[in-house]
């Protein structure tokens, strides 16, 4: 076989199986019956790529308003008419929003079929497709319908990412950047943003994503429920979450996640944890601000906050349970009012 090992250093009973690849690879098919669902986008890529044949295709079109129970039906009444069983295998192609949908489906379907994901976005690669959470939205509200169901085999390709749009690969390097802030590496967390909407996907982000999916493997495999540091995956999601939902989905993910990462910044800041460089920080306003998007109001997400991951304490106040970040450090989780999420809100959202 000509092509590399799955990533070697996987924890031992890690249920997912990862194979980086430059280009995607046959033999990575599976050797039982399988069925592809995949993004509508993508189909002509795949179709040149892909010779073997599966024993039904569903390509869909995806978008966040799309990321639906009624979609998570189609693939259901679509299986329900082929010839599946236990032995047979889904393989989902495309970005994160598929890969949600499609596992929670297969979490579903005859109560769990065997799936493999093959992302295609950058988001998709070094976030979405790894550690089995699949969800889709109910109506306004985020990820409200899901489970956990790890995919048992996910192929990653860099060739993948070579026809992704600018503000695609954006997304997927506020995610990796994410990763580096939450380990606490300032080498890393510098490189990245040095990199930060630079156009075309470029080899030197192999190394990265590489690490992206290691780093987060090792937390989900102690805490695939996340019951604790798994949470940690979380920084900058609260708010991410909310101001997707206020922008009804116009502020991509990983867009929304840049600004959560500075509201998540600025909260640590204000309460004591850890001051960021200026620098770095201007340099992912600057970033966000380029793109010209319409962030919504503090008003507008707060309604969006509350179906998050808020709980109430004993005198009836909001308590959030959010991994805040630390210069050098680990980010740590802390338990905390909405007071300084307004406050850490309102200060990034003045400079736009
Ligand atoms: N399950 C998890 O742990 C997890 C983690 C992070 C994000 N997510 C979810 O992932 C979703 C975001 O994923 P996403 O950013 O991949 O969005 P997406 O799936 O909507 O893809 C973004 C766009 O890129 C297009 N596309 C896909 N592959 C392409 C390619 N190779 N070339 C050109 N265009 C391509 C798609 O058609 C779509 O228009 C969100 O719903 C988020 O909640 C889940």
Not at 167 to 193: C, F, T, Y
Request: aromatic share 8%; glycine share 8%; net charge negative.
């Amino acid at each position: 076989m000509d092509f590399k090992m799955p990533l070697l250093s996987l924890p031992s009973g890690f249920p997912t199986e990862i194979w980086t690849e430059v280009s995607p690879k046959t033999e990575l098919l599976p050797e039982d019956p399988w069925f592809l669902v995949g993004d509508s986008r993508i189909k002509p890529l795949w179709q040149t790529w892909a010779p073997a044949a599966p024993l039904g295709e569903l390509w869909l079109e995806t978008t966040e308003q799309k990321k639906s129970i009624s979609e998570v039906l189609i693939c259901l009444e679509t299986w329900s008419t082929m010839p599946l069983s236990k032995q047979s295998v889904v393989v989902c192609v495309g970005g994160g929003v598929l890969s949600d949908l499609v596992g929670l489906a297969a979490s579903l379907y005859q109560r769990g079929l065997r799936w493999h994901v093959w992302p295609t976005t950058l988001v998709a690669q070094v976030d979405a497709s790894i550690g089995g959470k699949t969800a889709v939205n109910l109506g306004e509200a985020k990820n409200q319908i899901g489970s956990f169901y790890p995919p048992n085999r996910v192929v990653l390709c860099h060739d993948f990412l070579k026809t992704l749009p600018a503000s695609h690969l954006e997304n997927g390097q506020w995610e990796m950047i994410k990763m580096a802030l939450l380990e606490g590496d300032p080498a890393w967390l510098a490189s990245l943003s040095d990199r930060l909407g630079q156009p075309g996907f470029r080899s030197s982000f192999e190394r990265d994503i590489e690490r992206c999916v290691l780093g987060k493997v090792s937390i989900v495999h102690q805490d695939l429920r996340d019951q604790g540091d798994r949470k940690l995956l979380n920084l900058g999601h609260t708010m991410a979450h909310a101001i997707e939902a206020a922008s009804q989905f116009k502020i991509p993910h990983g867009q929304a996640v840049g600004f959560g990462l500075l509201v998540a910044c600025g909260m640590s800041s204000s309460l004591g944890l850890s001051d960021f460089p200026t620098s770095l920080l201007n340099r992912w306003s600057e970033q966000l601000k380029s793109s010209g998007l319409v962030w919504p109001s503090w008003n507008e997400c707060v309604p969006f906050l509350a179906w998050d991951k808020k709980k109430e304490n004993t005198k009836g106040e909001s308590v959030f349970h959010e991994p805040l970040p630390r210069q050098g450090e680990r980010a740590i989780l802390v338990s905390c009012a909405l007071q300084p999420f307004e406050q850490a809100f309102q200060k990034v959202r003045s400079h736009f």
